[in-house]
C-alpha cells in the first residue's frame, strides 16, 4: 500500500444534522462523482453507505481496539482522471468529526524528498476544498502527507497553532487572527464564509 496524501475536514460534532453524510457526498461528487464502495463495503449501493455512516456517526462510534473492522465507517472510491485512486471515509474522534480524503502521494507529488507537488495536481484539489468551505459547516481542512504527523488537531487551532499546510488549508478568520506569523512562502487569501485560504508556494511546482 502507497503513503497517502490526505485533505483533511473537521466538523465540530454540534453541527451534526441528519443529512450531513449524504451532503457531504453530494458536494465531493459534484467534483469527483461516485464510484464504488471499498474494501467493507464493496458491492453496497450509495445509499446503503449513506445510511451506515449517518448512524454511526449519530451514535458517535469509534471502532473499539478488538473490534472487527467491518464494524468500522464504510469508505468510497471516486472517479478522477488525474489520480490513480481517490478515496473518501469518516470518524469521530473527541466531540469531533473528520471527513478524510487520501490519494497516493505518487499522484500529487513531483519530488518526495522535498515535498514538492505538481501544481497542476493541486488545482482541481484547492477548488474542491473551497466548495465544500463555502457549501458545508466544515470548521478546517487541511492536507498533510502520510509521514508529515497528520492534521493538527482543532482544539490546538482554536488557541492559535498553524495548520498542516501540505500545500493548502483552509480556517475561520477567528482563529486566523490567533495565529503567528506565517512563513513568507505562505499566501494567504480570505475567502467567503469568514475562511483564510493558505497555500505554501514553495511547494508547488509547474511540471
Known sequence: MPPYFSIEM????????PSLVRDLY????????????YWNSEGESLEEIIVWNQRLLEKRFRLGFYEPAQ???????LLSNLYSEMRLFWM???????????????????DEDIWTFDAAKIEPIKNLCEHL?????????QTCLEMDGGPISM????????????PISIVRDEDFEKMGEFHSSIEVISIKRSGFLFINRNHLAEV
Open 133 to 141: 468551505w463555502t457549501e458545508s459547516p466544515v470548521e478546517h481542512i
Open 92 to 110: 469521530y474522534t473527541e466531540d469531533e468529526i473528520r471527513a478524510s480524503i487520501i490519494i497516493p502521494e505518487y499522484d500529487v507529488l513531483v
Open 10 to 17: 473537521a466538523f465540530p460534532y454540534k453541527f451534526f444534522y
Open 155 to 166: 482544539n490546538k487551532i482554536k488557541k492559535g497553532s498553524q495548520p498542516s499546510i501540505r
Open 71 to 77: 464494524n468500522n465507517y464504510k469508505q468510497v472510491l
Open 26 to 37: 453530494d458536494m465531493v461528487f459534484s467534483k469527483f462523482p461516485f464510484k464504488s464502495g
